[in-house]
């Protein structure tokens, strides 16, 4: 079982920046590709980025250029820095893994509300 806690979420104004953190609890972290989704009110979850073991990093059209995701092996920690924020960032951030080796269980975190003021 992994358990991942999200944090950094919070309300900002339309071009400001925030940047969300997700710990994981367990060593495997390495073997986990990572991600970030959100889900807007009325709207289905939506991928925003993910990151592989080897730090392959995959982004949503809507936020390449201004997203950045990485990750700490080390630390069992992955980012999402978030700049030139808009108020259609506006959602729920969830902090997803996946592991890669059997039995390929997936996990989610609780979510972290990400508000961007017009």
């Known amino acids: 079982q992994v358990q991942l806690v999200e944090s950094g979420g919070g309300l900002v104004q339309a071009g400001g920046s925030l940047r969300l953190s997700c710990a994981a609890s367990?060593?495997?972290?390495?073997?986990?590709?990572m991600g970030w989704y959100r889900q807007a009110p009325g709207k289905q979850r939506e991928l925003v980025a993910t990151?592989?073991?080897?730090?392959?990093?995959n982004y949503a059209d809507s936020v390449k250029g201004r997203f950045t995701i990485s990750r700490d092996n080390a630390k069992n920690l992955m980012l999402l820095q978030m700049n030139s924020l808009k108020p259609e960032d506006t959602a729920v951030y969830y902090c997803h893994a996946l592991l890669t080796l059997p039995p390929w269980s997936d996990y989610w975190g609780q979510g972290t509300q990400v508000t961007v003021s017009s």
């Open positions: 990151i592989t073991s080897g730090s392959t990093t």
């Open positions: 367990r060593s495997i972290f390495s073997r986990l590709t």
